[in-house]
Structure formats: structure tokens, C-alpha cells
């Protein structure tokens, strides 16, 4: 007889939705995180797409602690330089269920573990998990500090640094080209000033990638996001290419800062905090195993994110793992067989689901990213040099476009460009 | 490194997070004279600056502003990082925003 129907370790997206599944069926469930609270290990960009959230809370836009609903979608091509943005916005993006919001892990974690705990999870705070206990190959617990707890399922949401993986299902720690390393500052601003700078609304606001001069060039790229009273503003780098650079990550957030095109979206205002996290970023190739005899994995620590320079996700994929790791906990638990096959829902219904479709899809667009440098050097540049001969005037008789941009073009050569468009298209 | 410009101190920076060090127990170490190569790989991926090169060209780690992303142990678990533990109990980084 186990303590617990299931034990869960790691109280983010995943790990409380997974909680909230199970107690919701009347199972008896333990969530052990390692942080003093529910989100205090836990960092984002962040933005959340609402459409995983909504189908375990439909009303979660009436409770949840959302910052701002994105309203534009700003991409920049960035050099020293020069700074060139599309803003994109549109009415499809203000549609329950397919919009998105800011958010800010402290708060939100928080409010989904207070859902799990309403729902009638168990909750221990400020433990780390050391190590998993096992029966021959079958995970049957955990040890955390002196204390050994069993479960007949245990559902590890420990993050993409998880160091249970290797123990529950034999997976390696991941390649430095399969990952990334993000770092992110909180700066405070007053809530009108922001609307002002970014032509947003009240309670709107903007996710803003930038490529280029952001990672000096490496692999990666920079971000803003919106908050209520704060602007999240980072830097992702693939952590093998970031290995080799000429500048420190740390530093390479701080010029992005003072570059012309963004310091004065910042200026007044106030670093409140400085925080690391790491992004899985190899696809559905790089997956550990997700099930295992007693044992289920979901969130980052199966390594559900995905980078594409224009678009990160992992909340929402870790969501929809968290709940469906619940609800198949639940199918195994009531049929009596919580081996690996018996767990095998989880892995149907991610197949079937976005989740692990999506992975499928974008496997090939890492390698696409760190093969296809010139993103991050030549087409910057490019951009910048196109665009001074579109719009700097200077009273020198004007060439046709035809011929004046034919240079530009030609410094990357035609055949380059068409063969990354055409890769890109591929691995999209 | 010595000729790139580092104009930014990050300890400023984590002194404006919450941290409970645990001064009994390094969760991280590092190899005795680590090889210095893997060393300046470590000098560029931590978003902490926590692995840094004097002007003497001497090496130093203070794990205490950690802020627990695992970069070090994926850069160089292999190589140069010998432990790679989570900080004991209600110890480390206290993200208050996150």
C-alpha cells in the first residue's frame, strides 16, 4: 500500500495542473517543490497562449494573474546600427481561447497551486527531491531530505533542469546545441508609461523578439514582454554557440539595453530582478522517454518547448501535459496498472494532442537556426542597408530602386537567400 | 576574454534578488585546476557572471548568487563541473517576480 495515490514533483505549469487533475478525482496526491512557494524557482519570458489554460479553467480570465493580453506582435532585425520592426496586430488576437497574455511565474504559479491545494492536493514546500525510490525498474517514490514517501504514480514536472530523468527513464542530460540559456531583468515602470511607449492600450500591450545585434550575432535573440507595471526584457542563446562568443550573456543583455532602439523604452525605469533559466529547444528528437513503469514526465523536464525566433512556447505545451498526465494518472490509478503501459494514455493522447505533433513539426527548425547563421549577421545588415537606401535622402540623384537595392542583394548573394528561404520554409 | 569589454557588474544586479545562501554546503564544484578553456565557456553562458577571470588572468566561482538554471552542469557536466546538486532545503534563489 503506497502513501499516495500520486506524487508529483514540481509545482509549475504542469505540476499543479497535474495535482488539480487528480484531486479533482478524488485521488490522494502530494506535490513536493522545491521552492519556499509554488513559482519561486520558476522563471518565463513570458507569455502565456490561453488556449491549453482555458480547457482546464474556462473562466481563468476572470481569476487568473494575467498581465497584459498581447495586442502587438513586434519582430526587429536588429544591428548596431540600425533597428528594423514589423508590428503586427489584429482583431484574431483579442479571441478567447486563441489570444495570449504576459505573464509573471511568481503570481501565476501561485494561483494554479492554490488550485490544486482547493482541489484537495497535498502540499510540501521548501524540499528539493534528491532521488527517486525504485522497485527493480519501477519507480515507486521519492527521498526528499530524510524522508522517503511512495506513491503508485510519481509525475515528475521538475523543470528543464531536472536531475530525476536520468533515474526514471534513462535519459542523458541534454547536448549544450539542444539548448538554450535565458536570462531576463523585471523593470519597473509605471503602467500608463508603458502604454504610452509601446501604442497600447489599457491592460494591452506587446511580445517583441529581436534577431541580430541582440546575441551579437550568435544563435538566439532578444525579447521584451509587457507587464502591468514591469517590462521583462532577456536574452535566449543556444548554449553551445553562446559558448564560443566573444561576449558573456550578462553583458550582451546590457548592451541590448543601451541600444538606441530600446533604451528609451526602458529609461526610468527600475530593475527590481535578475533571473536564469534554461530552453529546451531540440524538438520531439530530444525527448526523453515520457512514461515509464510508475512514472510519468511532463512539462520541461520531457524537454515540451519550442524557440522559433518569431515565437517561443512551453506554458502552454506543459499545461495540456500537466493535464493529461492527471487524467491518465487517473485511467491507470482506477484500472489497477500504473506500469508503463498501463500509463500509455499520456503518450496517445499527447500524440493526438498539439503538443506532441507541434514537437514533431518544428524538430528540424533548431538546426535550421545554428546551420543558417546569417539569420543572426548577414540579414540584419541587409536589412539595414536596404532600408538607409529607402529612406535616407540626402539630395544625391536618385537611382532606380531596381538598381540601387541590386548591391545589397548581391553582398548576400541571390542563391544564399533563396536557399535559406526555401530551409526555413522546410523546417517550418 | 581580456579584450572584450565587460562594462556591467551582475553582483549588482543579484543583490536586488532574494537569495538564502546555504554558507554550509557548495551545491556546485568544480574540478581542481580546471582547464581553462571550458573555464571561459563558463564565463559566457552563465546568465550570473558567477565564473569569472581577474585581470591576473586568475580564476574564481562563488556559487552563492546561483540562480539554479543548470547551464554550467549542460555546458560542462562533462568537463570541468565534478557536483551539480539543487541547493538544500528552502535554500537558494527566491524569484519574487519570476
Given at each position: 500500500m503506497s502513501d499516495f495515490d500520486a506524487i508529483i514533483v514540481g509545482s509549475g505549469c504542469a505540476g499543479a495542473i497535474a495535482a488539480y487533475e487528480l484531486a479533482q478525482a478524488g485521488k490522494s496526491v502530494l506535490v513536493v517543490e522545491r521552492g519556499n512557494y509554488a513559482g519561486a524557482k520558476n522563471m518565463t519570458g513570458g507569455r502565456l497562449y490561453t488556449h491549453a489554460l482555458k480547457q482546464v479553467f474556462p473562466n481563468f480570465e476572470d481569476e487568473a494573474p494575467l498581465e497584459r493580453r498581447i495586442t502587438h506582435e513586434r519582430i526587429s532585425m536588429m544591428t548596431p546600427d540600425s533597428n528594423f520592426t514589423i508590428d503586427f496586430s489584429s482583431d484574431d488576437m483579442l479571441v478567447s481561447g486563441q489570444d495570449s497574455y504576459s505573464v509573471l511565474r511568481g503570481s501565476l504559479d501561485g494561483w494554479l497551486a492554490d488550485k490544486a491545494e482547493a482541489a484537495g492536493a497535498d502540499y510540501i514546500f521548501g524540499i528539493p527531491v534528491e532521488e527517486l525510490v525504485k522497485d527493480g525498474n519501477r519507480v515507486v517514490g521519492i527521498k526528499a531530505g530524510e524522508d522517503e514517501m511512495t506513491a503508485d504514480v510519481v509525475i515528475l514536472c521538475d523543470g528543464a533542469n531536472s536531475l530525476l530523468t536520468k533515474e526514471a527513464v534513462g535519459f542523458e542530460r541534454p547536448r549544450g546545441s539542444a539548448m538554450a540559456v535565458g536570462v531576463k531583468q523585471v523593470i519597473e515602470l509605471p503602467a500608463s508609461v508603458i502604454e504610452d511607449r509601446l501604442l497600447a492600450n489599457e491592460g494591452e500591450g506587446a511580445a517583441w523578439l529581436f534577431v541580430g545585434d541582440a546575441t551579437k550575432g550568435h544563435v538566439g535573440g532578444g525579447f521584451v514582454y509587457t507587464n502591468k507595471e514591469s517590462v521583462s526584457l532577456g536574452i535566449v542563446a543556444t548554449i553551445s554557440d553562446l559558448a564560443s562568443a566573444d561576449t558573456p550573456i550578462y553583458q550582451m543583455l546590457e548592451d541590448m539595453k543601451a541600444h538606441p532602439a530600446i533604451a528609451p523604452l526602458i529609461k526610468g525605469g527600475k530593475v527590481v530582478e535578475h533571473s536564469g533559466h534554461m530552453v529546451p529547444e531540440g524538438g520531439r528528437d530530444m525527448m526523453p522517454p515520457l512514461v515509464g513503469d510508475g512514472v510519468i514526465l511532463a512539462g520541461e523536464s520531457a524537454m515540451m518547448c519550442v524557440n522559433l525566433g518569431y515565437m517561443v512556447r512551453g506554458m502552454d505545451y506543459a499545461i495540456a501535459a500537466g493535464m493529461h498526465a492527471g487524467r491518465s494518472a487517473v485511467a491507470a490509478l482506477d484500472a489497477g496498472d500504473t506500469s508503463a503501459a498501463g500509463l500509455g494514455g499520456y503518450v496517445k493522447a499527447l500524440e493526438e494532442s498539439f503538443v506532441l505533433k507541434d514537437l514533431e513539426q518544428f524538430k528540424r527548425f533548431p538546426h535550421f537556426m545554428e546551420s543558417t547563421t546569417r539569420i543572426f549577421n548577414e540579414y540584419p545588415a541587409f536589412v539595414r542597408n536596404a532600408m538607409n537606401t529607402l529612406f535616407i535622402v540626402d539630395g544625391t540623384p536618385v537611382a532606380p530602386l531596381k538598381k540601387s537595392m541590386m548591391p545589397h542583394v548581391k553582398n548576400i548573394g541571390i542563391i544564399n537567400l533563396l536557399k535559406d528561404v526555401w530551409k526555413g520554409m522546410k523546417a517550418l | 576574454m581580456s579584450d572584450i569589454k565587460i562594462t556591467v557588474n551582475v553582483d549588482e544586479y543579484l543583490a536586488l534578488n532574494k537569495f538564502e545562501v546555504d554558507e554550509e554546503q557548495a551545491h556546485i564544484e568544480l574540478v581542481e585546476n580546471p582547464d581553462m578553456a571550458e573555464f571561459l565557456k563558463l564565463v559566457r553562458v552563465c546568465p550570473a557572471a558567477l565564473y569569472k577571470v581577474d585581470a591576473e588572468g586568475k580564476t574564481s566561482f562563488d556559487y552563492?548568487?546561483?540562480?539554479?538554471?543548470g547551464t554550467c552542469r549542460i555546458a560542462c557536466g562533462d568537463t570541468i563541473i565534478k557536483k551539480w546538486s539543487f541547493p538544500g532545503s528552502t535554500m537558494g534563489i527566491e524569484y519574487r517576480y519570476g
Open positions: - | 552563492a548568487g546561483c540562480l539554479e538554471c
